[in-house]
């Protein structure tokens, strides 16, 4: 096992693919050797690509994955991953800084309210896109406060504009960006020694755009995201992931904050 000590520790969720891939690969290359990720998602597969491509940027860089479901993980899972995980891989030390990066969503059923009358379907949102959210946050904050009380925590929620502004017919996606933000503002509040993030990553030329621009019921703001993806003002996941290392290395914003994309530094 390797012995040395990372001095900063980062679990990422959704890091499979996207912008959770590109964040590990950006982090990668701010950290290098210093850096162990933690990277959470249901594809084997596409945690071995995140790996390949973190490594790629710098082999010091120690990469972990767990193959695990947060739509259907419950809270003894994800603590025993995490514990296991930590004691494991971190043995050799306490870290000077930890983040945890919730980046894994979804975007539900794109209809229309009056449409979404299959309650299982919401329950199984919100499970997800939420709740998972809150009880591997508190998990991943007792673990670091019981075990390391002295290293500098860092919360970020990868967020959106939908968090702040209505789209019509994406009524569960607006409402658990909402409410994600809402909960990390609630944690700021709460614990004023941990720096808590609320960040906007901005139009992402991603496999979510792609299902946006097929699926969105409203005809209006399928239309505008087609012509946002043919004018070519989508960003790349790369490049809004070296947006977000830049926020977090100048902190100019107030914990709690929601920052986005295109605010200035």
């Known amino acids: ?13 959704g890091a499979s693919r996207g912008l959770g891939q590109a964040l590990c690969v950006g982090l990668a290359e701010k950290f290098g050797g210093d850096l162990m990720i933690v990277g959470m998602a249901r594809s084997e597969d596409g945690l071995k690509k995140t790996a390949a491509k973190v490594d790629g940027v710098n082999s010091k860089t120690k990469f972990i994955p767990i193959v695990m479901d947060l739509s259907t993980a419950d809270a003894e899972g994800l603590s025993s991953a995490l514990d296991l995980t930590f004691k494991r891989e971190g043995s050799s030390g306490s870290p000077k800084r930890a983040l945890i990066i919730h980046n894994a969503g979804s975007l539900g059923h794109l209809k229309y309210l009056r449409d979404q009358q299959d309650l299982t379907h919401a329950a199984e949102y919100f499970r997800f896109n939420v709740s998972s959210v809150i009880s591997l946050n508190a998990i991943f904050l007792d673990y670091m406060k019981t075990h390391h009380p002295r290293t500098s925590l860092e919360v970020i929620n990868i967020s959106s504009l939908c968090a702040l502004q209505p789209f019509k017919s994406w009524g569960l996606y607006c409402s658990g960006k909402a409410a994600r933000d809402m909960l990390f503002r609630v944690l700021a509040a709460e614990e004023p020694d941990i720096t808590v993030l609320n960040y906007a990553p901005g139009p992402l030329d991603n496999e979510m755009q792609a299902t946006a ?12 995201f087609a012509n946002m993806k043919d004018e070519g003002k989508l960003l790349s996941c790369e490049e809004s992931a070296r947006k977000f290392v830049r926020i977090l290395d100048v902190k100019k914003f ?3 904050d929601h920052v986005d994309y295109y605010d200035e530094l």
Do not use: F, H, Y
């Open 213 to 224: 621009r097929s699926a969105t019921a409203d005809q209006e703001l399928r239309s505008a």
């Open 1 to 13: 096992m390797d012995s040395k000590q990372r001095n900063v520790w980062v679990v990422v969720t």
């Open 254 to 256: 107030k914990s709690g």
